[in-house]
């Protein structure tokens, strides 16, 4: 019922072949699946890659046809930080983004919009299937899923030691590795951490494979958590670290 899609981050001819090879049929301004399934995105739906605008305008349609959730990621809280006049740095791609918006003047109430109606996280299926950007906790069932004070830092990027490594980025913690699972605890897909191959562990399916890196933009089917890819066309951005598990 669910196609869960990894980082898109601007990919937009991968995003739809992607869909297409999903099943999913184009219909007014939208794509549909014949059986009603939705897809749902871990974020980071922005930045980086060739097309921003047309990206944010399916996402758009096909969310408000009602065949699309997804929760924000940290690169599309820039960008809404940036549509609401605060001052963010744009590097990382967000450039790309914002050129790309003020190329054709789009409305950045539209943006505005779009992103503040995102979660954090969401939970489907009964409580038994839980999406995030970065990293899941427990309890983040007990807190609003639009709580930015509480749930901002983790589901945004996940916890850090504070050290950097030896290309200056921040050390992430394995939160997946270390998950201590209960009875009742959801499946959670996730993204933000880019892997060669999915990182499935701990009933946790990262599954951001580095599109935009020339890698692959990965789908995982719910509840048949059957793994479909798209290659991407082209390395739009170097690869950092390609190869290490860090
Ligand atoms: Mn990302």
């Known amino acids: 019922m669910y196609d869960v899609i990894g980082d898109v981050h601007s990919c937009y001819i991968e995003f739809k072949t992607l869909l297409e090879k999903l099943g999913y049929v184009y219909t007014y301004n939208s794509y549909q699946h014949p059986e009603g399934r939705k897809v749902v995105l ?5 930045d980086r890659g060739n097309y921003p605008v047309a990206t944010f305008c399916l996402v758009k349609d ?9 929760v924000i990621g ?10 609401k006049g605060n001052g963010v740095k744009l590097n990382n791609g967000a450039d790309k983004t914002v050129n790309d918006f003020e190329s054709i003047s789009f409305s950045k109430e539209e943006i505005i919009k779009f992103f503040e109606g995102l979660p954090y996280y969401l939970l489907l299926d009964n409580n038994k299937l839980a999406i995030v950007h970065a990293a ?25 030691t504070g050290e950097r490594d030896h290309y200056n980025l921040p050390v992430r913690i394995n939160w997946a590795g270390k998950r201590i699972l209960k009875e009742d605890s959801p499946i959670v897909v996730y993204g933000h951490q880019v892997h060669e191959e999915p990182y499935i562990i701990n009933k946790t399916y990262c599954i951001d494979t580095g599109c935009i890196f020339g890698g692959y933009l990965t789908a995982l089917r719910y509840p048949e958590m ?3 890819q798209t290659k991407a066309l082209m390395e739009y951005y170097e690869w950092i670290g390609k190869g290490e598990r860090r």
Request: aromatic share 12%.
């Open 226 to 228: 059957e793994l479909v």
């Open 74 to 83: 940290n690169h599309d809280d820039k960008i809404l930080r940036w549509a």
């Open 136 to 160: 899941w906790q427990e309890r983040n069932i007990y807190t609003d899923p639009f709580d930015n004070k509480k749930l901002r830092s983790d589901c945004l990027f996940g916890p850090v």
């Open 42 to 46: 871990v974020g980071d739906i922005m």
């Open 62 to 70: 096909m969310f408000e046809a009602g065949n699309l959730l997804s």
